[in-house]
């Protein structure tokens, strides 16, 4: 896929730290369906919660709850950033860098 036709842009700002956004009308109708999934999850929990459980069947419950979540969450970014153009902000801040040290230079 080329980068122009990548539903998202993934603008990276360190090593750890980015940013995934909708790029077009499909990555947003993409971003649209993600969170829908997150309907039945949260409804399913609510569902759960609603009943009164108690003691160890709660916290069954909300730890299988927190690790779908985290499942959805993880799965969720790792399936935007595959199909993301990645612009990489130390990368340009470097370019500008040089770029500014080769123009004060004397000629």
């Known amino acids: 896929m080329r980068d122009e036709d990548k539903p998202f842009i993934l603008t990276r700002y360190g090593r750890w730290s980015f940013k995934i956004a909708p790029r077009n009308g ?15 999850i949260t409804g399913g929990f609510a569902w759960f919660a609603s009943g009164q459980p108690e003691g160890s069947t709660f916290h069954i419950g909300l730890a299988l709850y927190l690790i779908v979540m985290f499942a959805w969450g993880t799965g969720g970014m790792m ?14 801040l470097k370019l500008k860098r040089e770029a500014d040290r080769k123009a004060r230079r004397p000629k």
């Open 26 to 40: 499909e990555g947003w109708r993409q971003t649209v369906v993600w969170m829908a999934l997150l309907a039945p």
């Open 79 to 92: 399936w935007m950033k595959a199909r993301a153009e990645v612009v990489d902000i130390e990368e340009l």
